[in-house]
């Protein structure tokens, strides 16, 4: 068979993999801040919650939130007369947000905790409250500190797309054992696959890098 032909259903499965990074990135960066932003809050309810969930979610495997979230949580909610059952897009998206929003959480509790006492003082001593000195002081120059880490977690991220094929998600993983299964061309469809995820890296990786260039202009421009 013509490798040309295993093109078509891999760049379809390839588009499935890149909606899944671009909603699960960003998701999981609003739970990383909600969480890294939550656990140095004097609330100690808020505090614990997202104690909680941080160590939740890096302590257990992904593979196991995600069979969790599709297998195990329908059941539990016919247990209690609740439908949960989730689309398999719904529950993959949600498994790869909780999972690099638990990691990026301590990536901004880090960057945050890294801004001098001097530059906190300083907000008090021009009255700000402590709402106003975490958006206005630290927020601003602690971002650009989180960028590295963030794209490694992009990219990490991306990688661990390949999961959501065990709950039957037409990813690029999914439609390359799907194309392995029928013509039994295993060398030429998995380095397609594998050049494909590093083309895909390799793309996500430069974007990363000019949102970084661009927000560290942001903050020299702030100054």
């Not at 990688?159 to 299964?181: C, G, P």
């Amino acid at each position: 068979m013509d490798w040309t032909q295993y093109l078509n259903p891999l760049m379809l499965g390839a588009w499935v993999t890149i909606e899944l990074t671009i909603y699960s990135t960003v998701f999981g960066a609003i739970l990383a801040f909600a969480a890294g932003i939550g656990k140095l809050a004097h609330n100690p309810l808020i505090k614990a919650i997202s104690i909680g969930y941080i160590e939740i979610f890096r302590g257990t495997s992904l593979l196991v939130q995600l069979f969790w979230l599709y297998f195990a949580l329908p059941v539990a909610g016919q247990a209690i007369g609740i439908d949960l059952r989730l689309p398999p897009v719904a529950a993959g998206v949600l498994a790869l947000s909780l999972n690099i929003g638990a990691y990026g959480a301590e990536v901004v509790r880090g960057a945050i905790q890294s801004v001098s006492k001097e530059q906190y003082e300083a907000a008090r001593a021009l009255n700000f409250t402590p709402r106003q000195a975490l958006w206005r002081v630290a927020l601003p120059q602690a971002i650009p500190e989180m960028m590295p880490p963030f794209g490694n977690l992009a990219i990490q991220n991306l990688k661990d797309t390949a999961l959501v094929s065990l709950i039957s998600l037409s990813d690029l993983a999914f439609r390359a054992e799907q194309l392995r299964n029928f013509t039994q061309d295993s060398t030429t469809i998995y380095t397609l696959a594998l050049l494909m995820y590093f083309g895909l890296a390799l793309v996500l990786t430069a974007m990363m890098k000019l949102l970084e260039r661009f927000v560290g202009r942001w903050r020299a421009g702030a100054r």
